[in-house]
Every structure is written in C-alpha cells, then in structure tokens.
C-alpha cells in the first residue's frame, strides 16, 4: 500500500516524496498538509516543493477531492439552509468581455432561485465581475455574510467578493503558486475554484469554460479536462454540476471595459444586446434552472430565461441587489450616471475587406493598458475606459471604416492600447470559414444524463 | 531560443516555469539563481519548487557543468600551484565499511602525489571519514586553508573536513534538498559532490560509486548514470577523470565502526587485510597513479602501490600526517590506545550453511544504532562500537559459529542491533553462486581512452 497507515504520524517531506515518485497520497495526508499549512506549521519552501509535483505528477480524482474539500473547509462555508429555494451559481474561468454574470445572477433570481454569487477581480488580460459592479456608483461587493445573507434573503441574488473567512488555504497556497511557477496545473486550478464556489453553500453549478485565444486555456482539450476535473470533483461533493466549453476566440459581445460592459449587460435585460452575449446568458440560465430542478431539461429553461428577459423581471432583479447592495439604482436606467472616459478614438480599418480573426488576448492586453484592468495587484482600476468593437469576425469592412473605439483617459495609453488593437485585427479580402458555434463542447456530471 | 537574451533581467519565476516545462536554463540564469539565493536575495520557496522541477525533468550536461560551477564559485577554490606536484584526489558516494579514503591519502602520496581530501561525516547508514580519522585521539579535522596547505607542504597529503569557505551555496541547497524532498536527484547529486571536490584544487579525480543493498543507489544503472554525469561535469572543467562502479552488496572489509576500522586500515598499510578492502584500495590507487600522470597504466600504478604498501612508506606517511594534524600517532602500532567498547556479543549462526547473502543496509544501521553513527546531525558518535563481521558471502558456516562480534557500550543498543543483524544474515544449504566482481564497471571519461 502506498498511503500510510491511519495509526503514524505524517511526515511533510514523506508526503513530497512520494507525490514526486509519482504514488497517490491518502485523504488524512492531503488533509493534514493543507490544514498544517494554513495554521502556518509547514513552511512555503515544503509546499512549493510540494506544489511543483503535483504540477508534474498529477493528482487521482480522489487526491483532488480531499485536496478541494481540505482547502473549502479551511475557512466558514455559508449555511443557506434557512432560504427554501435551490441555491444555484455558474463560474467563469475567464475571458475578455466576459459579463454574463451581471445578467445571470438577476435573471435566475427573478425565476425563483437563490444565487450566492462570490466573485473575483480582474486578472491578467481578463475582466473581473467585482471591478465590473463597482463601476456602478456606490456599489459594496465587500459585504459581511450577515449582510450577504441579507440581500439574499431580500432579493434572491448577492454579488460579493471572497471574504478573508472563505478558504484561506486557497489565499495562501494560491500566493505561493504564483511566485514558484505553479499557477498553471489544471489540478491546482480545480481545487482553488471549486473550495471557493462551494463555500457559497449551494447545490448546483454551471462552469462555463473558456477557450481560445482570450481564454487561459488556449488548448480546447486542455480547457476539456479542467472541466472533467471540476465536474468530477463537484460531483464527489454532492452537487450538480456541468461545464460548457464556450468560445474565447474573439471577445464576447461588443464592450470591453467596466462601466462599458455594464452598459451592455442592461442592453440584455432590457431584452437586446450583441447576439453572442445574449445566447450565452440563455444558454447558462438554461442550464442554471435546469441543474436547480426548477425546469424539465435546459430548453424550457431558456425559454424560461427569456421570457423574464422580455417582460423586465430580471432587470427590476437587478434593480433591485443593486440597491440592496448601496448601488446608484438611478445609474441603470441613464448610463450618462455611469463612469465616461473624457475621450474617445476611432480604430479605422486598413483596407476593405473581411474581418478574419481578433487576437482576443491583445484586445483584453489593450483594455488592461488604457487602465481597465491591473498591472500588478495593488493598482486601482479606471472604470471609465474601454473598447467598443463595431466589427467581430466575419464582419465585412471598407476601408477606412471604425473597427473599435477606444475609450480612455489619457493619450500616452491610448498610443499603446492602439497599437494592440491594430495588431489585433486581421482584415483579408475573403471571408473566414463559417466560425465554430459558441457553445463548444458540454461536459455533463454522470447524474446529469440529458 | 529558449535561454533569455542576455540584455533581459533574470526573473526568477521565469527560470522556475521554464524548467518545470522541460526546456534548457542558459547558464547566466543558473549563476544567477545560485549566486542570489546564496546572498539569500531569492526564498528558498522559489529554489524549491526549481528543486523538484529539476528532480522531475533533469538538466543537459551545460546545465549540470553551469549549476556546478556555480556552487564551486559561490566559495573559495584552493590554489595549490606552490606545490609542483599533481593533485588527485578519490570520491566515494558512501557505503557500509568503506574505509579506502584512510588508505589511499598516505599510500599515492608516498608515491609522490598530492591528496588535498576534504571529506564528510556519516550519513544514514554509512560511515563518514571525519567520523573514523577523529578516533584517533587528538586528530583534528578542522583545519583552516593555512594549516590544509602547511600539512599537505610537509607530507603530501591532508584529510579536513568541508570548511565555510568552501561552496556554501552547496551547503544551503543541501539543507534545503533535505526537507523538501529533493535529495534523490543524480543532477543534484552530482552538482553536490563535484562543486565541493573541485574546490580542493585538484587535476584529477578517481571516484568510487557504490551500487547494491548497502549503498544509496541500489541499482547498477543508477550508479552507472550518476558516475557518467560526474565524469562528464569534471571533464567539462578540464579534469582528468574515472569512476568505478564497486560492489556495496556487502560491507567492505570485515570490520564496521569508527575506531574499529582505522584498524582495518591500519592492517593494509601494514600490507595485509581482508582481501577486498586491499584489492579495492590498490584499484583506486591504481587510477590515481594513472590520472596522476606519475605511471603508464592503472596495472603500473596498482603495482607501485602495492610496492608502497609492502614497504612500510604508506604507513609511514600515515603516522607523518597523524602527528600533524595533532593525532595520537603511537595510537598506530598499539591499536590498544584506540577507543574501546566496553563490552562484546557473538552473534552466531542459527544454523549449518553457507552465508548467501549480507543485507548490508542493515548492518550499516546496526553500527548507526550501537551509537557509532547519527541519527540526528546534531548527534556525537562513539568511536569506539561497532561490528567485526568474521563470516562474508559465500563462507562456510556451522550451526553457533560466530556471524559477527557487536562492539557495544549500552546493552539497550545491543538488543536493536543484534535484532537487525541477524536478519541481514541468510544462511542456505547450497553455497550461493559466484559473487560479481568487486569493480563492476569503469566510466572513462573521454580524455582516457585506456
């Protein structure tokens, strides 16, 4: 047997090495690792050594599930059970122009769910859903659970950012990971999204996994086995679960930016909004109903979607947790109230012709520049700044005609920003082959056969 | 192009992830890690985290050579110039009464030779050449370079123990290699043992890689990979080297324990002996002869040093370099002035047989247990416990023949070892088939074609 018996005391480096040596670790080892770590009883340079074989070793599901479970119940997870309804969440791993947050939250709410949505922060190329509220004046994404609750209760949606009571192991091992070359392990991966959604204590997830040229997993296979991973490890835990591996190859929608890309999730629940962005919103709730057992199978589910899309009942959802939660109500029905960069500039095309891709990243890189997102993670966000794409791939052009309009603050950043965006774009005389559909691939749980 | 251009900063992530995805480190980047992390300006979590991506994913030759010269660099290098001899020096990875080094030292340099040996302490089941030499009364081990140059000046040879000036970032990486589960790595292993034996000065090298039940690579291939990586990295730096892979499937000699085996050795330089403590001596200094440039042909070197042996010079310069270092030198010819035991116990044979086979691991912690090894690096040892073994592989025994005689000062320790030597003894009825040869392989380096 390759685990240690129940009856002897474990030894960190006896742990690393046969994580090294390729074996399979026992639930109490990784336990006590994680726990031991976050007290601050194991030292970084053990972990980091520990972090790096499990980069290249790998883990079994039923490692990753003990590691998920040990970083989850390292901090409080939210007791919801007073709140009768199906508490339900989607998570995104990240793109550019990636909102559907905004719109999901409201529009499951409004169809009688709970969504205890706990969001992050920009990070690299990618937007992040807190920067994005607080883009609306006044809006608090710091609330205390008393008060996340709360909102809850009132309106059946809550938008906040992870408190320093939900999984601190993920805090400190995630903060090692990024100063020893371990970011980048889909195991990793998994256990740091997974302990930190299911501490929202809910009992259905959608993932909604990126890939493509704006994505982290540029590799769709690679994004397919993140997903595997976090459905199989949710699954253990008790919960319904799917991923959708959704494209990132251009940016989604037509507003890259914060106080932008509000204004295009209003465009939604208003009932219009880009195409892409609306079908994706569908698409999630979709799921999102069908996993909270509030629905018979995902199409009702949409249907379901879009009729509280139509008749402005996810909007007046939305309304309403942004007033619960200290925001400018007034700021969604008149934009002008949201954060406006002082200036903008046109990016014109070249020459006529067909857009044939948009290198996704660069357009996320370019918003980052003008200010939108951070350098580093000490650096304020400007709200204001941003792009408009008015062309997206297979889009037909002249020459001359705006491709983007950039949104900024300064003109030093608007010289880099453009550059990018200029890079970006590849216009050619004849159109692409027809684009891939948005939703790529579905990767169900085995208790969700349809 | 992997490496990083030379105009760019260093980023120590950066040199992390690159060998965690297997690519080649350019050498200003492993001098730059070693160099800063020896200053202590990068946390070992970085250096371990690279640690165990190097463990896992290896380094080319370049690599290796760099790391190495590195570590040789991060201290000082002895000049010995002032002296117009060749220096030679032997390495061994350590084994179970492996004793040669007590020999050799006085026995090439009678034959003119310089031996700047700079040597290490027991480690786990193997003894450690300080350990034996400080068994002598008075011998002192620790010698700055000027008293190092004075007695090699005065008689040829010297025998210290590693200095704080000498590779310290071999020092602080192997501390770390210890707790995170790094130590097992044939690079780092090598980087280790060569960035301190170059440090001595010297133009050749004759390194003894032990293989079999009692050495730390128990398997042929391994010490044969281990062996060619070192040849290669001194060949690099412009040193004439051999190495030959020696049986450890058995202790060597007959006798185990500090005080116990400069007995032993004392016994050879008198030109006697146990068979394969003699033979494996005249082989090593054979090569050194050879390397040394001082006789045409290991068989030419193997006959002067048996000559040297026969006529008292070894022994002689032996006794010269004993005195000089502050030992008891009359302790040479009455072995009664020696550290003692207190008390002995006969393990005899449980039955009529032949011995098949010695688990010579065992017998190793058998000495480690009676006190004549650490179990902790803060630990004193005895000098004077130990084990006389009387019966090898393949001898005859009767039933309550004598095996072994335990050398013991605590009856407590007594009853741990005898335990564990007598389950490394088999006795069958059929002799077992022949025993390999003691040299079981020769890794030549390039510049030695013979």
């Given at each position: 047997m ?8 474990v ?60 970083m ?36 499951v ?152 890309e ?13 195409d ?31 009729a509280?899309?139509a ?14 939660q ?20 046109v990016?014109?095309?070249p ?9 996704c990243?660069q ?5 980052v520049?003008l ?19 008015h ?17 900024y ?29 948005l ?12």
């Amino acid at each position: 047997m390759n685990a240690a018996s129940a009856t002897q005391p474990v030894r960190v480096v006896d742990i690393i090495r046969r994580k090294r040596d390729g074996g399979e670790l026992a639930r109490r080892e990784i336990e006590h690792l994680v726990a031991a770590y976050t007290r601050g009883d194991v030292p970084d340079y053990q972990v980091a050594a520990w972090l790096m074989a499990v980069v290249l070793r790998g883990m079994t599901r039923v490692e990753l599930a003990a590691l998920t479970e040990s970083m989850l119940r390292s901090g409080e997870v939210l007791d919801l059970s007073e709140l009768p309804a199906v508490k339900v969440d989607k998570h995104s791993t990240g793109g550019v122009g990636d909102k559907t947050s905004l719109v999901l939250a409201p529009l499951v709410a409004a169809g009688g769910l709970i969504v205890p949505m706990i969001s992050g922060r920009g990070l690299g190329h990618t937007g992040g859903t807190l920067d994005k509220l607080e883009s609306i004046p006044g809006f608090n994404v710091n609330l205390e659970t008393a008060d996340f609750r709360r909102v809850l209760r009132a309106c059946g949606c809550a938008m906040i950012g992870q408190t320093a009571a939900i999984a601190p192991a993920d805090k400190k091992l995630y903060a090692l990971r990024d100063v020893t070359g371990t970011v980048e392990s889909p195991y990793l991966i998994c256990a740091s999204i997974m302990s930190k959604k299911l501490a929202e204590g809910i009992g259905a997830l959608v993932l909604d996994v990126k890939t493509g040229s704006g994505a982290f997993m540029k590799n769709e296979d690679d994004a397919a086995f993140l997903a595997e991973l976090m459905v199989a490890t949710g699954e253990r835990m008790g919960k319904k679960m799917v991923a959708l591996l959704t494209d990132m190859d251009q940016p989604l929608g037509r507003h890259v930016g914060n106080a932008l890309e509000v204004e295009e999730c209003l465009e939604v629940l208003r009932g219009g909004g880009p195409d892409d962005l609306r079908e994706l919103c569908l698409e999630l709730a979709g799921w999102m109903f069908h996993l909270g057992g509030s629905d018979a199978g995902v199409e009702k589910g949409k249907q379901r979607a879009a009729a509280l899309l139509a008749s402005g009942a996810a909007l007046d959802k939305f309304r309403a947790m942004v007033e619960l939660q200290g925001g400018d109500a007034a700021a969604l029905d008149d934009v002008a109230r949201l954060p406006r960069a002082r200036r903008t500039a046109v990016v014109p095309s070249p020459r006529e012709g067909f857009v044939a891709s948009i290198q996704c990243e660069q357009v996320g890189t370019a918003s980052v520049v003008l200010g939108g997102g951070r350098e580093r993670k000490e650096d304020a966000v400007d709200p204001a700044v941003g792009i408009v794409l008015h062309k997206k791939v297979r889009d037909r052009v002249t020459a001359g005609e705006p491709l983007c309009t950039l949104h900024y603050n300064s003109d030093e950043k608007l010289s880099a920003a453009r550059s990018l965006i200029e890079r970006s774009y590849r216009i050619d005389p004849q159109p692409p082959a027809a684009t891939g559909p948005l939703v790529r691939r579905i990767v169900r749980g085995a208790g969700e056969g349809s």
